[in-house]
């Protein structure tokens, strides 16, 4: 029998065609392992996920008592209550997030490296994370490890790259978007049972190329994930145009 690759591609022919591979992705989590420890990432590529959750949520299909939930980054000196940081959009887009927040089912991560060693140890409590979402960066970042980051990495202080402030930059106007934020590890990402990473729109196709067919090194960040055996990349059709471009200049 041969092993299954991983990571395993799948193009969409749609972003909302996700939407019910990631709810049975986390279905499928809450099977495996009682009351699992669930990473989610923020950002674009999420909100109709988060929608969704919501729904799930008020629909009792889901309940904060079935998982806990914690998150990839936060922007330096942000709580959760501070608008364009990562918790204040997750219970924004979720009110069920708010409630695990609430009950202490929900780890934020913390605006400083003064709280790193406490939120690790948190996360190695719940028996680590037993799934984690990931979004990617125009310039191939997965959390906020920015190009050059070294893979061995856990927690840790970072300097946002240009790319990913321009990015950021409308959720924080009329103010300048932070330059600094504290992200979860490429060796933490890595620890994670499975790892679910998502990319949509065109202008995500030249860093999922270079993820998937690109050096497994450190000028990728995200490339990391061929590191991995038990991941899933979920593409929509924008986002695979230049693995298929690749793909058509080799036949
Ligand atoms: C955010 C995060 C980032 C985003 C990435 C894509 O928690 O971890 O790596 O996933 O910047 O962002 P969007 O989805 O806004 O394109």
Redo the contacts with the bound molecule.
């Keep these: 029998m041969t092993a299954p690759t991983s990571p395993q591609v799948e193009v969409l022919p749609t972003a909302d065609a996700a939407i019910p591979i990631l709810l049975g992705e986390l279905r499928a989590a809450l099977v495996r392992r009682p009351r699992p420890l669930i990473g989610?990432?923020?950002?674009?590529?999420?909100t109709a996920f988060f929608a969704a959750l919501a729904a799930e949520f008020a629909a009792q299909r889901l309940r904060g008592s079935d998982f806990v939930a914690t998150?990839?980054?936060e922007y330096a000196g942000f709580d959760a209550a501070r608008r364009g940081g990562?918790v204040h959009e997750l219970v924004t887009h979720c009110a069920g997030f708010g409630e695990m927040l609430r009950s202490g089912a929900f780890l934020p991560v913390p605006g400083s490296e003064a709280g790193l060693a406490a939120h690790e140890a948190a996360i190695a409590a719940c028996g680590g994370v037993e799934l984690q979402f990931?979004?990617?960066?125009?310039n191939g970042?997965?959390?906020?490890n920015e190009p050059g980051t070294p893979f061995e990495r856990g927690f840790h202080a970072t300097t946002l790259a240009a790319s990913?402030r321009d990015?950021a930059r409308p959720r924080f106007l009329p103010e300048e978007p932070p330059r600094q934020a504290i992200?979860?590890g490429i060796a933490t990402i890595l620890a994670a049972r499975r790892v679910v990473l998502?990319a949509?729109?065109r202008?995500?196709a030249p860093a999922v190329a270079a993820m998937l067919r690109g050096a497994v090194n450190a000028t990728c960040p995200a490339s990391a994930i061929r590191r991995h055996a038990n991941a899933v990349v979920l593409l929509d059709n924008e986002a695979a145009g230049d693995l298929r471009a690749q793909a058509s200049a080799q036949s």
């Design positions: 989610f990432a923020t950002g674009g590529t999420f998150h990839l980054d990562m990931l979004g990617i960066g125009r970042h997965i959390a906020f990913t990015d992200t979860s998502c949509f729109g202008g995500k």
